[in-house]
């Protein structure tokens, strides 16, 4: 098959890029940038290989953003082939990374490589923003790019991420925003005791159920047009010696809040502490942010990629904030308009994940219009 994307696809997936290790991935993708005209510099945080490559200067800047890590590939008996050694069976390309995310990275190097071949003298600065930590616990990665660039001054004003958002064709579903994620490791203090002498103890466990009773049922927002309501939810509890004649001394519950924009960080700490005085506890809570909530609601962006989607995919895209988090997050600290557009995600962290050759492709075609229209002079 003659296609520029379907071969540096392959290229890349032959690269066992596990996260935090890019394999030479962006080597690859920085030598064809460079080709181009493209200056490309990396910035590699503890291990972690990161690139930011540019074309032209000043604004508006355009940026692609996506990542070369792949998740593990779990028993190599189960695949159908080798993950790293890229296949193509009945029209589909199979190999781990094919859909999360190589292809669409393939797709934004031949989208740029066409659309300069026509329009040299674009005006702003296109760029790419990509790392080999966004699979993992991403501290090294995107984020701390993003705190590099924002240190000079570098402004992003749209953004499209190659996430996987397509559900079950190509095109069908983009991401204009991403719930928050707020861990809470909440540490209740009792006090230890035999349990024939109760009046002598204090009990976390009895202590803690009714405040997590009121937590769960708590109404936290309404959500809006595109997110539903803020959910809470427990996802670890830890007390006890392990003997059946011991009152803990202590309790450790770990809770998690799946936010949208209608509350932010503070507020819901701020309700978490109003909430667990009233039960009379002595407590701590350990706060760790995975990401904020952000939303594109309109804008210049939104709308061209779904007019691209709508002239080369022949569909009407559906705008959603669902699924988990992505490194959207830490771009949006920029201010920029973010939309996640990429493959069907159907088989993304599975075995024998795979992507349609043709997708490659149409998605190369579709990222090139998005570039064209909002880059041509």
């Known amino acids: 098959m003659n296609s520029a994307t379907l071969d540096l696809t392959v290229e890349l997936l032959k690269r066992r890029s596990v996260t935090p290790d890019d394999a030479g991935c962006l080597d690859v993708i920085a030598a064809r940038l460079t080709a181009c005209g493209f200056r490309t ?115 992003i004003t ?105 509350s932010t960080v503070a507020d819901l700490q701020c309700r978490v502490n109003e909430i667990l005085p009233s039960h009379n506890l002595d407590y701590s809570i350990d706060w760790h942010l995975s990401g904020d909530a952000f939303l594109t609601s309109g804008g210049s962006l939104l709308a061209n990629v779904r007019e691209s989607i709508r002239e080369h995919l022949g569909i009407e895209s559906q705008a959603s904030t669902g699924g988990g988090t992505s490194d959207g997050r830490f771009i949006a600290r920029t201010g920029a308009e973010i939309v996640e557009f990429g493959p069907v995600n159907a088989t993304i962290h599975k075995i024998d994940e795979c992507v349609s050759v043709e997708d490659l492709d149409l998605l190369s075609v579709t990222y090139q219009s998005i570039l064209s229209r909002l880059m041509r002079d």
């Open 41 to 155: 510099e990396f910035l590699n945080f503890a291990g972690v290989t990161n690139l930011w490559a540019t074309h032209g200067g000043g604004l508006p800047v355009f940026t692609f953003a996506g990542h070369t890590d792949v998740v593990p590939t779990g028993d190599l008996a189960l695949w159908s082939s080798d993950p790293f050694k890229p296949e193509i069976r009945d029209g589909f390309l199979f190999g781990r990374g094919a859909a999360d995310m190589k292809g669409s990275l393939a797709a934004m190097v031949t989208a740029i490589e066409n659309f300069l071949a026509r329009d040299h003298s674009h005006r702003g600065t296109i760029s790419l923003l990509l790392t080999s930590d966004e699979e993992g616990v991403a501290t090294d990665g995107t984020v701390r790019v993003i705190e590099s660039l924002q240190a000079r001054g570098q402004q």
């Open 158 to 262: 749209w953004c499209v991420v190659g996430e996987p958002s397509s559900e079950l064709m190509l095109g069908d579903c983009i991401r204009n925003g991403r719930r928050g994620s707020l861990n809470g490791r909440l540490t209740i203090r009792g006090i230890q005791g035999h349990v024939a002498y109760p009046e002598r103890a204090a009990n976390p466990i009895h202590l803690i159920a009714p405040a997590l009773s009121e937590l769960c049922a708590n109404h936290w927002d309404d959500g809006n047009e595109f997110y539903p309501p803020t959910s809470f939810q427990i996802s670890n509890i830890n007390s006890g010696t392990g003997a059946d004649n011991v009152i803990p001394g202590s309790l450790e519950a770990c809770f998690n809040f799946r936010f949208c924009t209608e």
